[in-house]
């Protein structure tokens, strides 16, 4: 089933080097709406909890390191068919392989350092989203 909701957050680089609002214009432009949107900062333990599917992987202690170092911008955003979508917007992981347009290649330094986070399933976008917002908090 096609959901029409993503979980997107911007990451600590991106909010360092002051991309919030040109990745946000971007995600508007690209006809998503956002349905919630908060900037927050995580703790370490909240990193550990998000990204636990990664736990037994050797990236993971520096993925929780730089996900907890500095705020973030978590957002829920809505539009047709939005994972995929989603996710050809910001492009491949790897800013290097990212496809010429997309908010990757535009706005990531590195592997570690992407810019963004984007939900890679219907199922995931629920979870992420629940985590760090009430249904009370969407619009």
């Not at 991309?19 to 946000?24: D, E």
């Not at 809505?78 to 908010?103: H, M, Q, S, Y």
């Not at 592997?111 to 760090?132: P, Q, R, T, V």
């Amino acid at each position: 089933m096609i959901s029409n909701k993503t979980f997107t957050m911007i990451k600590p680089d991106a909010v360092e080097k002051g991309h919030v609002g040109a990745i946000l214009n971007k995600i508007n432009v690209s006809g998503f709406r956002i349905v919630s949107m908060k900037m927050t900062q995580m703790s370490q333990r909240d990193a550990e909890l998000f990204y636990a599917v990664h736990k037994e992987r050797p990236f993971f202690g520096e993925l929780v390191s730089f996900m907890s170092r500095g705020p973030i911008v978590a957002a829920i955003l809505e539009k047709e068919n939005a994972v995929d979508d989603f996710r050809t917007l910001i492009g491949a992981t790897n800013p290097e392989e990212a496809a010429e347009g997309t908010l990757r290649k535009q706005f990531a330094t590195s592997m570690g350092e992407n810019a963004l986070h984007g939900s890679d399933s219907n199922e995931n976008a629920e979870i992420e989203g629940a985590f760090h917002f009430s249904v009370r908090d969407m619009f």
